[in-house]
């Protein structure tokens, strides 16, 4: 069982809140709600080039998530608390998910992504909690189905 959330949770979530404020990170997050959405390899690497605006959003947005997620798994940030405020995270990993493999497999690190993938699995049952169709119309709604 999570312990119950702190003070120190509620001001590390309020600090990663100011920090998703900062203009740069917050043109890479808009840039990646609007216009990730690559299927293949392929299309990833023609749309986010390497040494592209569009490569430093891409890197900018996940790794912040993956920090965030570490903090998560490593016990720093109550999970349950984290749930309330974090449902980015998620929406991350439904644009990632399908090309994950093959990002580990390139650059031969099974860790590529993996706290993300972590937090977003537990994020998954934890909405599935709350009802059968609930990850699922996320899903379709972030996949744009």
């Known amino acids: 069982m999570n312990p ?7 001001n590390l979530i309020l600090r990663l809140y100011e920090l998703r404020r900062e203009p740069k990170l917050r043109e890479a997050r808009a840039w990646f709600v ?5 299927q293949t390899m392929e299309q990833h690497l023609a749309l986010c080039p390497p040494g592209s605006e569009q490569n430093a959003f891409f890197r900018m947005v996940t790794s912040y998530w993956d920090m965030v997620a570490g903090f998560v798994t490593s ?13 980015e995270l998620l929406f991350v990993w439904v644009r990632i998910e399908h090309l994950a493999p093959q990002w580990r ?16 699995r537990s994020y998954i049952q934890h909405l599935n909690s709350q009802g059968p169709e609930v990850y699922e119309t996320f899903q379709k709604m972030v996949r744009g189905v």
């Open 34 to 38: 609007s216009s990730y959405k690559p």
């Open 105 to 120: 497999e390139t650059m031969k690190s099974p860790l590529v992504a993996g706290e993300i993938e972590t937090v977003a």
């Open 75 to 87: 016990g720093v940030l109550n999970r349950e608390l984290f749930f309330k405020s974090g449902r």
């Open 4 to 10: 119950a959330p702190t003070y120190d949770d509620v």
